[in-house]
């Protein structure tokens, strides 16, 4: 149930696409659309609508009707970032034209197959299903024991072993047929694909279960047998016989019930303090409830003599939008993109690590550098930072001691990002040696699940090298007009976005 609620789709794999650099989603949703037409591959998933309702969207051809959209005009305020789903793996081609144009594909099979094994294996959920199992071998020894002086008459008469044979073969044909008839059940009355991972997932479930069920009867038949096949007919009958064997047994199932309830305490407990964590690591995401996402559109031009993009006409819708915001009342977070990008080739790597060693650039430390307004640094628990934030530099570095040495990589990196040709200088920002393994929380929305709990929420890091960045100096610096894209992806308060009459993308955290 819980796999069909997350991956609706009647798909095997899961493909991530994200980048570490700007792109346009027009561009990868039409490499997507006709890679999915031109390898006939349909490709699905979710995306959030004005409304905040959850959507589902196929590329290619959605044979099942499993999507409600299918035309690329529905997704045209959504982000390309996240998780899609096919039924059989992108093919090698698409993958590159998408490799090509600096998207990170990461292409794997569900483990539809290792679903039942979580039941056995992981969690309180594990304890409590042999704890359940113990309980059922100890009544169905109990309900073989009932017919004890019948199975010892049958000894005297001979044909044991076939009809112990025929019971077991019962056994199994009845939990078969039940198994099929459950799996049956799930998939009319849930409406779901016979080729969906959540159907997959059950049959997998109830196949091990019936394999693990008929080892344990099997092996529950064979000690009856043994106890039978060495039993006194004549004491069984007077009711004066004391079976070691069988007290053996019984003494087994009582200590294995022991073993299962402190197990199943021990896991209760264990469970009880991994929830209280996640709460504890849900905490700050509370903290952007005022906060808003906004889409805008900039009004790039290309330039039809270079093919080259001129980017002035975002610097003034930009700067427009960003004069309705107080420092406090927008977050801006992110990672510096003065690094080599994971997912590119090895001559392509090797290419950019050059260029940034020429910039005087060490790509180790710059994907460490976490760059923030100041509001952003408030909520990210460094309030006692925040005092150190100096008002007239440009610039405030947080550097960790393990990181001092590499001081001018990071001078470096925050000038090429933000005030290169601006006549501002490195030696103009401030900076701070901080102590190791101080905590951040990223405030990375994009890159959060939000649907499901996963690793993803749990956005604190350690030993990240935080950059204040002055919005007063970047904003009226002659540097990069990146830096109004950069801000224009962070969160805003909803009183500046009534000012800059732009409708907001809302966000339930």
Not at 268 to 280: A, C, E, R
Not at 302 to 329: L, P
Not at 345 to 359: G, N, V, Y
Not at 434 to 458: I, M, P, Q, W
Request: glycine share 4%.
């Amino acid at each position: 149930m819980e796999s069909a609620q997350d991956i609706p789709f009647p798909v095997r794999y899961t493909t991530r696409i994200s980048t570490d650099t700007s792109l346009n989603s027009s561009a990868v949703y039409k490499v997507l659309k006709d890679g999915s037409d031109k390898f006939d591959v349909t490709l699905y998933r979710t995306f959030i609508d004005e409304n905040g309702e959850e959507r589902k969207f196929s590329f290619g051809t959605d044979a099942d009707h499993v999507a409600e959209f299918h035309e690329l005009t529905a997704l045209k305020d959504t982000s390309y970032k996240g998780m899609y789903y096919s039924a059989s793996k992108l093919p090698g081609e698409l993958i590159d034209k998408l490799q090509q144009i600096g998207v990170q594909v990461t292409s794997t099979e569900l483990p539809w197959y290792i679903i039942g094994s979580q039941m056995w294996a992981n969690g309180i959920l594990a304890v409590v299903t042999w704890s359940m199992v113990l309980t059922f071998l100890v009544s169905y020894f109990a309900s073989l024991n009932l017919y004890r002086k019948h199975w010892l008459v049958g000894r005297m008469l001979g044909g044991v072993k076939k009809t112990l044979a025929k019971s077991v073969a019962s056994d199994l044909f009845i939990m078969a047929v039940v198994s099929i008839v459950l799996w049956g059940v799930y998939v009319l009355f849930n409406q779901v694909a016979l080729s969906s991972l959540s159907s997959y997932a059950l049959l997998a479930t109830l196949g091990l279960n019936l394999v693990i069920l008929m080892s344990f009867v099997v092996l529950i038949n064979v000690v009856f047998f043994i106890i039978i096949k060495h039993d006194n007919l004549a004491k069984a009958l007077k009711k004066t016989d004391s079976n070691m064997k069988q007290n053996l047994v019984w003494m087994a199932g009582i200590l294995a019930s022991l073993a299962a309830l402190t197990l199943l305490m021990n896991q209760t407990v264990l469970n009880q303090k991994n929830l209280q964590q996640q709460l504890d690591s849900l905490k700050p995401w509370q903290k952007l409830s005022a906060y808003k996402a906004v889409n805008v559109t900039l009004p790039s031009i290309e330039d039809s003599n270079n093919g080259e993009i001129d980017a002035r006409a975002d610097t003034k819708v930009a700067r427009r939008f960003m004069d309705h915001f107080k420092d406090d009342e927008y977050i801006f977070s992110q990672d510096s993109t003065a690094k080599v990008p994971n997912m590119v080739s090895q001559e392509q790597a090797q290419f950019m690590t050059s260029q940034l060693k020429r910039d005087g650039i060490d790509s180790d430390v710059s994907k460490r550098i976490r760059y923030m307004n100041l509001n952003a640094l408030k909520l990210s628990g460094h309030r006692n930072l925040a005092g150190k934030v100096a008002n007239k530099k440009p610039a405030t570095v947080f550097l960790p001691e393990k990181f001092k040495d590499h001081k001018k990589s990071v001078l470096n990196a925050i000038y090429l990002e933000y005030y290169q040709n601006s006549g501002i200088k490195k030696s103009d920002f401030e900076v701070h040696i901080v102590k190791n393994n101080e905590k951040t929380f990223l405030f990375d929305y994009r890159g959060a699940e939000l649907y499901v709990y996963d690793h993803s929420r749990l956005q604190t890091d350690t030993n990240r090298i935080l950059v204040v960045i002055n919005m007063a100096y970047a904003f009226n610096s002659l540097g990069k007009d990146a830096t109004y894209s950069n801000v224009l992806n962070g969160l805003f308060k909803q009183p500046g976005l009534k000012k800059s009459l732009l409708i907001p993308q809302s966000m339930d955290r």
